[in-house]
């Protein structure tokens, strides 16, 4: 992690670095964002969302996981940890959070994000080692981040330090049961189960509900993967896919996150357990305990 003196802030947000600790204080940061200019070029790997970039499926799905945390951030004071772009942090500020911190490992994404969105605050950051004091905020904010990391208790540890006591987690990771179907993401070092989730976030959190995104059959899930794979093997994907998207125009790539969009409210369910349905990410909700 960055020494504190290093940690690009606004001046004019004030928002205060110690250069001992690299702590940020999240007292001082301001209560709205959303200032736009030029930024640099971000590259898109296909792990997070560069606006303008995102196919309309990927975006889709990082939109309906902001816009239900939405849900939980009002007058909060909320940090996104593994932020990327900025894009879901500047859309939980206009969501209502009190305040709103974006932190990354990455400081190319840093610095779009301060860049795009110049009146949040952005740090490069590890999402095991929180740049921030015990107790700081009331909402953690972290998608597509655990199956990213090593440590995994160490991650889901940091998150309940960095809150007040029943502060809340809301974070998200593939379901490992549908995406183990599909090719290895280099990006990934653990992907698990809905029960594996589940187990972990027990150990650290109390009163933890899951939800479920794109809920898939999973007997058709599986053929069509294997079918997919077969086409693959013949060389047959593209020519497949072009038979199927026949004409259709291609769909505008989207620059901002709507909580309006019409097919948000079937995304995110409250999981069920069922033998035949799987979804394809699971979203979990959990509170530190008071004590």
Known sequence: MDDASSLRTDASMNAVASSNSGVVNQDSFPPECGGRTVAPTLPFTGERIVPGMAAEQLFREHEARYVFAGKFVKNKRVLDVACGSGLGTDYLLKAGAQSCLGL???NEAIEYARAV???CNFVQC?????CLLDGTVDAV???ETIEHVKNQASFLLECRRVLRPG???VCSTPNRTLSRWGEDNPFHFQELTVAEFSELLKTVFTEVQLYAQRNKTYPLYVARKVLLSLFSKLHLNEPVKRFLRGRRAPALLKTEFDANSNYLDAEIVPYRSAPLIQPT???SVG???LR
Do not use: N
């Not at 590890?126 to 929180?130: E, V």
């Open 104 to 106: 990354d490992i990455d």
């Open 117 to 119: 969105y110049k009146d």
């Open 126 to 130: 590890d999402a095991t080692s929180l």
């Open 141 to 143: 904010v972290s998608f």
């Open 167 to 169: 502060g809340i987690l």
């Open 281 to 283: 990410y699971v979203i």
């Open 287 to 289: 509170r530190k305990p």
